[in-house]
């Protein structure tokens, strides 16, 4: 079975530009993550969803940051207009809410870099 | 709220040598625990996990028991290899929150030959 997917792997921006990272979930998967890495602040989740609704959003950095699901199996983390502060890597997991095992599936992250 | 807390690394030592990561942790509820790996370049992913006290976790000859009574779940392992050499990730999950995952903030890991 193919794992949660993330796109791009990398991506290298100049400031105030728009950022779109995009994720698919795991077939069957109803609960999506955006978790965003950095050396100084570590793993930090930025929001989630279930059943494609937003259910917390608090750890969105601020209004520049948006996260939607069109649909069930994708979603897109935008950045808008993107500083340096935000390079870091970002990470999209998905896990099966039913379930509730608290077992998340990690992407493989997209490295963002903001010059 | 609720929080993990883990020893900084980087933790160096060598192969075939006894590796303990220490985490401890502050919940508003009774919480489940975890522990994740992520090798160099890619996701974190589940390595073991306690869901009430007592219990033990183990997998890859990693351990951890969940102990109530010191708010802790320390990962232990008797004789590291060189392929474990990642950054390890105490996690926690209160049941009310669904899914979410609240991390520690890692623990670099290199074992030398």
């Known amino acids: 079975d193919a794992g949660v997917i993330q796109s791009p792997r990398h991506e290298v921006t100049e400031m105030g530009q728009e950022v779109t990272l995009r994720c698919k979930l795991i077939?069957?998967?109803?609960?999506l993550f955006w978790y965003r890495q950095t050396m100084m602040r570590g793993l930090e989740l930025l929001i989630y969803?279930?059943?494609?609704?937003?259910?917390?959003d608090s750890g969105m950095p601020e209004d520049r940051f948006s996260a939607k699901m069109p649909n069930a199996s994708f979603s897109t983390l935008k950045i808008q207009p993107s500083e340096p502060r935000d390079s870091a890597v970002y990470f999209c997991a998905s896990s099966h809410g039913q379930q509730n095992t608290g077992e998340l599936f990690f992407g493989e992250g997209s490295r963002l870099t903001v010059l | 709220g609720d929080s993990v807390t883990q020893m900084e690394g980087p933790v160096t030592l060598s192969e075939e040598a006894f590796l303990t990561i220490n985490c401890t942790y502050t919940a508003t509820g009774y919480p489940s625990l975890f522990w994740y790996v992520q090798y160099p370049g890619e996701g974190l992913q589940l390595l073991l996990k306690a869901t009430k006290a007592d219990d033990k976790g183990s997998n890859k000859g990693f351990e951890a028991t969940y102990r109530k009574e010191t708010t802790s779940f320390h990962l232990e392992k008797g004789s590291v290899q060189v392929s474990d050499s990642a950054v390890y990730f105490c996690?926690?999950?209160?049941?009310?929150?669904?899914?979410?995952?609240?991390f520690g903030g890692g623990t670099r890991v290199l074992v030398k030959p």
């Open positions: 077939s069957g998967h109803n609960s």
């Open positions: 969803f279930n059943n494609n609704v937003p259910i917390d």
């Open positions: 996690a926690l999950r209160v049941k009310a929150a669904g899914n979410k995952l609240t």
